[in-house]
Antibody, heavy 126, light 108 residues
Framework: QVQLQESGPGLVKPSQTLSLTCTVSGGSISSGSYHWSWIRQAAGKGPEWIGRIYTTGSTNYNPSLKSRVTISVDTSKNQFSLNLTSVTAADTAVYYC??????????????????WGQGTTVTVSS | DIQMTQSPSSLSASVGDRVTITCRASQSIGNYLNWYQQKPGKAPKLLIYAASSFQSGVPSRFSGSGSGTDFTLTISSLQPEDFATYYCQQSYNTLALTFGGGTKVEIQ
């Protein structure tokens, strides 16, 4: 069973960079055709996809955050990481890492988040 | 981006009730629609993918239907453990994955 665990500072000052790491256990981050995603959820809101990385290093980012986001992977440590620059109070949220799998439906293959970390709360405040 | 709109935003129901939640996409997404359940303080859990296929271990009282722009999640007989918030998510545009705003199912 794959498990994901987020780690990083719970408090970040405005204008600084938010940095989080996700450690994957129970399987190699390089095995299978999976993307590895970051998702955040502000209080009382729906989840917001931030971006994802494939083990080759190929990335996709949410267009609304693209200018501030970098996602990287370290296959030797079975980890992937998020950097979000120039943060403001609007970036305060619970941040999740998740496995983004391609799942075969009756007639199509869909992309879905099948394993999630427990989430880590990040507050942006001075 | 494809906008996902859920209704209602919340509902009150009793154990044993049949509950229906609706999700509408801002453009046609075929069957590229997933449903998640989230309990307080926990991460979302995948329930249904491709609009109507069950993730492993999901009880058969849950069902999903729809295609194009309009989708439905139905709980045929609400159980105490089903009180939670439900989210839809489109995977038609994999470069901009988006979720709905959620439907909170509360105890009446």
């Amino acid at each position: 069973q794959v498990q994901l665990q987020e780690s990083g500072p719970g408090l970040v000052k405005p204008s600084q960079t938010l940095s989080l790491t996700c450690t994957v256990s129970g399987g190699s981050i390089s095995s299978g055709s999976y993307h590895w995603s970051w998702i955040r959820q502000a209080a009382g809101k729906g989840p917001e996809w931030i971006g994802r990385i494939y083990t080759t290093g190929s990335t996709n980012y949410n267009p609304s955050l693209k200018s501030r986001v970098t996602i990287s992977v370290d296959t030797s440590k079975n980890q992937f990481s998020l950097n979000l620059t120039s943060v403001t109070a609007a970036d305060t949220a619970v941040y999740y890492c998740a496995r983004n799998a391609r799942i075969m439906g009756p007639t199509i293959v869909v992309s879905a988040f099948d394993f999630w970390g427990q989430g880590t709360t990040v507050t942006v405040s001075s | 981006d494809i906008q996902m709109t859920q209704s209602p935003s919340s509902l009150s129901a009793s154990v044993g009730d049949r509950v229906t939640i609706t999700c509408r996409a801002s453009q046609s997404i075929g069957n590229y629609l997933n449903w998640y359940q989230q309990k307080p303080g926990k991460a979302p859990k995948l329930l249904i993918y491709a609009a109507s296929s069950f993730q492993s271990g999901v009880p058969s009282r849950f069902s999903g239907s729809g295609s194009g722009t309009d989708f439905t999640l139905t709980i045929s007989s609400l159980q105490p453990e089903d009180f939670a918030t439900y989210y839809c998510q489109q995977s038609y545009n994999t470069l901009a994955l988006t979720f709905g705003g959620g439907t909170k199912v509360e105890i009446q």
